[in-house]
């Protein structure tokens, strides 16, 4: 029996900002004892999850993605404030936030949509954009939200970056990184 595996359409961050990102969490992982920290190389933003997905869906959603986005251009997001998703006190995800952004909103709809007119059924959840860092909070002591800073740079000073692809990623559970890239798809500034 073939392999099946988990697939998602996300926003691929640059190279750097991942680095950045990974760096942040190794000065600053002590504070927050959680089970599992996300590779470096898997740091991203969900766009639509798909799950498994049969060959001749994947095919269509695949084929026509381009398309399906070439309305959109490259643009920038920055890094905001720290959060969790789940139980106050013991979060399931610690997460980074982005800055509000109308063009990323968009993207999403338009992927969205797409993946929805090529079968998928997804979740129906509204889009709230964040990068994982960390999954399953394990320390003695409740979480503390209060404890919890943007990600800056060590002078303060915010982190912009610009988001130029969509990727669909592979989901490799037993591998580190887990997830490889399937099909990349980069935006195209018309201009």
């Given at each position: 029996?073939?392999?099946?595996?988990?697939?998602?359409?996300?926003?691929?961050?640059?190279?750097?900002?991942?680095?950045?990102i990974g760096n942040w969490i190794e000065r600053n992982k002590r504070e927050f004892p959680f089970?599992?920290?996300?590779?470096?190389?898997?740091?991203?933003?969900?766009?639509?999850?798909?799950?498994?997905?049969?060959?001749e869906m994947k095919a269509k959603a695949v084929e026509s993605m381009a398309t399906a986005i070439s309305d959109?251009?490259?643009?920038?997001?920055?890094?905001?404030?720290?959060?969790?998703?789940?139980?106050?006190?013991?979060?399931?995800?610690?997460?980074?936030g982005v800055n509000e952004s109308q063009v990323l909103n968009d993207l999403q709809k338009q992927v969205y949509q797409h993946c929805i007119e090529a079968g998928f059924q997804l979740d129906k959840k509204p889009f709230?954009?964040?990068?994982?860092?960390?999954?399953?909070?394990?320390?003695?002591?409740?979480?503390?939200?209060?404890?919890?800073?943007?990600?800056?740079t060590e002078d303060g000073k915010e982190v912009s970056f610009q988001i130029n692809e969509v990727v669909l990623?592979?989901?490799?559970?037993?591998?580190a990184p887990k997830y490889k890239e399937y099909a990349v798809f980069p935006l195209i500034n018309k201009k």
């Open positions: 029996m073939a392999e099946r595996y988990h697939y998602f359409f996300a926003v691929k961050l640059p190279n750097e900002v991942k680095a950045f089970k599992r920290w996300v590779h470096e190389a898997d740091y991203h933003i969900t766009l639509a999850f798909l799950g498994f997905a049969e060959d959109i251009p490259p643009f920038s997001l920055t890094l905001t404030k720290i959060g969790t998703f789940g139980p106050a006190k013991s979060p399931r995800i610690f997460w980074t709230r954009p964040h990068i994982t860092l960390a999954r399953k909070w394990e320390g003695e002591q409740p979480f503390e939200k209060g404890t919890a800073t943007p990600i800056v990623y592979e989901t490799h559970l037993d591998k």
